[in-house]
């Protein structure tokens, strides 16, 4: 399944897998511009076939669903709420990436990632979807 969080300006996607446990594993992902989207959808397809793109309701939302519709007709595509998955992301991204030096004495909330996690965001849609069905 292939999550997409779409902005304005830039994109965060995650492909990700559900095994039979329901263990979630992230394939792949990518922060990419939205003039990227429909590139990367296909580089995402090439890393592993997926029957399910997700993408999240906020911001930019509907042209990423019209452009997902009009290359892979067949695709299903579901749009999800995003509330609260910008905050989630930041949290997700230190559990991927452990705090370093100076940086582990501080609580993880009172921190910002150093690179943007759209990406995470994407992932934390999936995850969501996921673990609801």
């Known amino acids: 399944m292939l999550a997409i969080d779409p902005g304005t300006h830039k994109c965060g996607m995650a492909l990700v897998h559900r095994n039979a446990e329901f263990h979630l594993t992230r ?17 995402a397809f090439a890393v592993a076939p997926f029957d399910m793109v997700i ?5 930019h939302s509907q042209p990423v ?31 991927f990436n452990p705090r370093q030096g100076w940086r582990r004495f501080l609580p993880s909330t009172l921190q910002l990632p150093p690179v943007p996690v759209d990406d995470y965001v994407a992932y934390i849609l999936a995850e969501r979807v996921l673990t609801e069905s």
């Open 27 to 43: 394939l792949w992902s990518e922060i990419c511009s939205t003039d990227e989207v429909l590139y990367k959808l296909h580089e």
């Open 55 to 59: 993408v999240g309701g906020g911001t």
């Open 65 to 95: 669903v019209h452009l997902v519709r009009q290359q892979m007709p067949s695709m299903a595509v579901l749009v999800v709420d995003e509330t609260n998955t910008s905050l989630a992301a930041r949290e997700r991204y230190w559990e």
